[in-house]
């Protein structure tokens, strides 16, 4: 395995992801990680990310330099290789030229971390220090127009430092160059496999577990299904998936979370009807985020009740994923603002004294539909798009009732069936439609109607973080608009929403 140490770089999830994927396996561990610990894991080598700061600034981010006496290989990136070379007695400071976006890089020395890529391959930088005298045992492999040691190496001790970033698409070399640290310095296998990652997390939870319970909160996302998967295998029945239905679900869904983990995978499946508390619970309220607490709310308190009926249970397991772990314990992440409240269990564990099982929680998400895709999950629940935990509530803009609610599931299950057929459910990130609390005029029959408005929201994105509207054919807008009046009684004109994420958000509240 390889540790990725993280000084911040916003790319450090990116280093581990480009690692991973050669099937090495690859941990990201904070600056004042103990050196025993990082003994204890093992690795075949170390990659220092990039970070913000300075080496030369006073609280600059530093990693114990014992590491450097371990006789493991070094790749250093960019702040990273500027910490190694601080520490072993070089020199780093403020360059003349800064130097943000494509270098060309000229290799100047034949060099294993080099082997294979062009004379003067393009390169990625984004700095503002550089190296003014390297270590005893350095010498430079590469240099760029603006950078006289854009690469530099130590062969002996296997130390090896880029001051672009090869973890970037920019950096096209990059991924050979990762890989050759990989497999020529470190001598690392290729043998990590979603197989294999499942066969060790089955162990591990059966020997954690015991002959205890285990409870989970089912929501028929991707994540809490994989989740129960990988548990059922280890434990069988003393997994209890409990799903709440909140009454707020796209048509049919619980029905079918039910069939498909209760019947056909043969989990213990906890059904709890639950939709008509949510629905009262909502009554009168039209603030977005007053629904959103309200649904958080009423969810934890149903969640609990039923939780507690579970005799002997002493886990709760969760679908955490990776991103979350990094975030949450990165120095430099810091909270973000709450744009909007989401909702899950996390408060649960320490209330009801449960132990917390997160058999995700190395993972990214595309790891996570692979390991779906092994244990077995259907394809259609593999890529489900997203859907949020306050469901359709908050895609009712004002008030929630069942009487709108039953017109926004039947508006939505028209454009999912018809989003599906021209193939377009997996090239899109969401795709969805939102009530609007106003009515227009139109004709139908020679008749004059005064109805409700939907509006269709499709978007493409690779994280939710930035969304662009999604460039539907207008052919299938116009059917998906079609059907929708003609099928759905209450609705008599449909509006596409052209904004991107910023400025909008994806979901309307
Ligand atoms: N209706 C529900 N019934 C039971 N548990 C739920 C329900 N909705 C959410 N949860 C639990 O709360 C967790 C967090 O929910 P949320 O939807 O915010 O997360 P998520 O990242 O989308 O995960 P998932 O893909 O599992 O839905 C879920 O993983 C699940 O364990
Ligand atoms: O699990 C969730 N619980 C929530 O409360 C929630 N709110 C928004 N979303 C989803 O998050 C992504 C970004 O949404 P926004 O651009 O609307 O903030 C989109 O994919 C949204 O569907 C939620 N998911
Ligand atoms: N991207 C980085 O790691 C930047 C490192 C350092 N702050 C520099 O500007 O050189
Ligand atoms: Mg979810």
């Not at 075949?44 to 530093?62: D, Q, T, V």
């Not at 899109?428 to 227009?440: G, H, M, N």
Request: glycine share 8%; net charge positive.
């Amino acid at each position: 395995m390889i540790v990725v140490i993280d000084f911040g770089s916003q790319y450090n999830q990116l280093i581990a992801r480009r690692v991973r994927e050669q099937k090495v396996y690859c941990q990201i561990e904070p600056p004042d990680i103990e050196i025993k610990q990082l003994q204890d894991l093992n690795p075949e080598g170390i990659i220092l990310s990039g970070g913000p700061a300075s080496i030369y600034e006073k609280n600059s981010p530093k990693v114990s330099e014992a590491i450097f006496d371990l006789g493991i290989p070094v790749l250093g990136i960019c702040y990273g290789m500027q910490f190694m070379v601080h520490a072993l007695g070089g020199n780093v400071s403020k360059a003349h030229k800064r130097e943000y976006g494509f270098a060309r890089l000229r290799i100047q020395n034949p060099d294993p971390l080099m082997e294979g890529i062009e004379e003067s391959a393009r390169c990625w930088m984004s700095h503002g220090d550089a190296i003014t005298e390297l270590p005893e045992g350095f010498v430079t492999t590469a240099v760029t127009e603006n950078t006289a040691m854009a690469a530099v190496a130590d062969y002996k001790r296997q130390f090896y430092g880029l001051q672009f970033h090869p973890e970037v698409e920019h950096t096209p070399g990059g991924k050979q160059m990762l890989k050759n640290f990989l497999f020529s310095v470190c001598g690392c296998t290729a043998g990590w496999t979603m197989k294999s990652f499942a066969k060790n997390a089955v162990a591990e939870i059966r020997n954690a577990v015991g002959d205890k319970q285990v409870i989970l909160g089912l929501s028929g996302g991707v994540d809490s299904s994989v989740a129960a998967m990988l548990i059922h295998q280890a434990i069988g029945r003393q997994l209890t998936c409990i799903f709440v239905d909140n009454g707020l679900l796209r048509q049919d869904e619980g029905a079918r979370l039910k069939k498909l983990f209760g019947q056909h995978l043969k989990m213990n499946i906890d059904y709890v009807n639950a939709g008509k508390q949510f629905t009262d619970a909502l009554k009168g309220v039209t603030d977005p985020e007053k629904k959103r607490k309200i649904i958080g709310k009423v969810f934890m308190d149903v969640f609990e009740a039923e939780a507690r009926k579970i005799k002997d249970a002493e886990f709760l397991a969760q679908g955490t994923l990776y991103p979350d772990i990094i975030e949450s314990q990165s120095a430099f992440g810091g909270p973000t603002s709450i744009i909007k409240s989401h909702h899950n269990v996390g408060g649960l564990p320490k209330k009801m004294k449960l132990k917390l099982i997160e058999p995700l929680k190395f993972l990214f998400k595309d790891e996570v539909r692979k390991l779906g895709k092994t244990l077995g999950l259907p394809e259609e629940l593999v890529w489900r798009q997203p859907f949020p935990g306050p469901g359709l509530a908050i895609r009712i803009i004002g008030e929630v009732t069942r009487k709108r609610l039953s017109v926004l599931r039947k508006v939505d299950a028209i454009l999912l069936e018809e989003i599906r057929a021209a193939g377009y459910y997996k090239k899109v990130w969401q795709s969805f439609a939102v009530l609007l609390p106003i009515k227009s005029v139109g004709v139908m029959g020679d008749k004059r109607t005064y109805e409700n408005i939907v509006a269709l929201r499709a978007v493409t994105s690779v994280d939710a973080m930035t969304a662009d509207w999604a460039k539907l054919p207008h052919k299938l807008l116009g059917t998906i608009s079609n059907r929708i009046i003609n099928e759905v009684n209450g609705v008599n004109r449909v509006v596409y929403d052209i904004s991107s994420k910023p400025p909008s958000t994806i979901e309307w509240e």
